[in-house]
């Protein structure tokens, strides 16, 4: 019997069917890909393009995309620092079930502090967590802006927004640094064959 957080007497029950079993017959390595960087970096747009070149592949992924999270699992939360803290978290847990699922979670979200991802990069087995920062330069993203949200960060009706009135912690040891090409961005295509040759290098994607 243990205590874990607010509940008492839990016990953790083991099944005879783990991780290394789904992954047999999944072909693939269970793990997450945890897509970090500001509004406007090109997140979502990886995530998909990911997604659709691993799918093409015969791997199974699923995205947790922040947006899309608030729609439901987190849709009770706010954007104050204690509620964006507990966004990160959620969507932590859930990854961590979907990569022991066997399945390639690609995560999706602004994240902005280390701290926050590292805590969710601590949730799983060494190499089951593969941090993907999209490095892409405020002034690109703000004129980009494809939601408007800079424009109203600007105007004073959005407050503390990553990037503007909020900070935004780069990682330090990534294991995929996604930067512009001489001023230009790649296509997400190509950004997505840069993380599938990744993991396929690792291992992930046993063929």
Known sequence: MSTIGNSTNIVWHKCSVEKCDR?????QRGCVIWVTGLSGSGKSSLACALSRGLHARGKLTYILDGD???HGLNRDLSFRAE???ENIR????VAKLFADAGVICIASLISPYRKERDACR???AEGDFIEVFMDVPLHVCEA????GLYKLARAGKIKGFTGIDDPYEPPLTSEIVLRQNQGL???PNDLADTVISYLDKKGYLKE
């Open 122 to 124: 601590a949730l799983l």
């Open 23 to 27: 992954e047999e017959l999944l072909e």
């Open 185 to 187: 961005c790649d296509s």
């Open 144 to 147: 980009r802006d494809p939601k």
């Open 90 to 93: 959620r969507t932590g847990e």
């Open 68 to 70: 899309n999270l608030r």
């Open 83 to 85: 509620d964006r803290a």
